[in-house]
Every structure is written in C-alpha cells, then in structure tokens.
C-alpha cells in the first residue's frame, strides 16, 4: 500500500423514507455491475462536496444537497486505492435517471444481501445494518 497515490472518491447516501438509492456500475467499467452509491472521482481543485454535486448531475440528472460525512473508508483495489466519502445527501431537484449506470434502485436496508456491493462500500453497509444512519 505504501507508495501508492490515494484517490479520493466520494458517494451519496440519499434516502427516501426507509429506503436508499443505489446503482449498478456499468459492465464495461473496473468492477462492471456492483452495486455501489452515486459519485465519483474528486478533480483536482475541487472539494468533495462540489464533486459529489458534479458526479450527481452526471449519473442521475439530479441537483443534491450535500450533509454530514456518513463514513469514510480507504480500499485496496488492485488497481487502485481509494478514499471513499460517502455524505448524507438529498435530492434538491430532478428525478434520478439512469444516465451512466446499469440500473438503478431504491432498496431497504433489509434488502442489502440481495445485492453484490464494490468492496469499498462492504464497511458501509454493515453499518447501515447495525441500524445506524
């Protein structure tokens, strides 16, 4: 792990009700068809906040408010090592569209098994399953 650049990767917790939005990574992409949250790389000279508010409009035509960090998590890819931010997020305006993924889908927190997750988000969802939000 040492020596290898960090990349800084944020994500968005966005909930509706009891349930929160995921989508299917592209099957073209490194890890093509897990599941993961809404986001992406940050660029350089911007913060992660106008990052996740850039990738959102991207992926789902959708302009989010951006919370409080839910968690962070660092992940050894074997192609590369990221730090991952997820926030709690809202959607201001617009409906998701599936403008980049696979699928999209609004799941409860009961029906995260039925679903195969990035590694980087694994320490997420046994959060979330511990009832924590």
């Keep these: ?4 650049k960090v990349t800084e990767v944020v994500a968005a917790l966005i909930w509706e009700g009891d349930r929160f939005l995921i989508c299917q990574r592209p ?10 949250f809404v986001g992406g790389k940050v660029d350089p000279g911007e913060t992660k906040q106008q990052a996740l508010v850039r990738e959102c409009r991207e ?3 959708v302009e989010v408010a951006v919370g409080d960090v839910f968690m962070e998590v660092l992940h050894d890819y074997p192609d590369l090592l990221v730090r991952l931010t997820l926030f709690h997020s809202v959607i201001a305006a617009g409906k998701p569209q599936m403008l980049e993924h696979n699928d999209i889908r609004w799941i409860t927190v009961e029906e995260i098994p039925n679903f195969d997750f990035c590694p980087a988000d694994e320490d997420i969802l046994k ?6 939000r």
């Design 1 to 4: 792990m040492e020596n290898r």
């Design 27 to 36: 099957a073209h992409k490194a890890r093509g068809l897990l599941w993961e």
């Design 59 to 61: 992926e789902l035509a």
């Design 127 to 132: 959060k979330l399953m511990e009832g924590k």
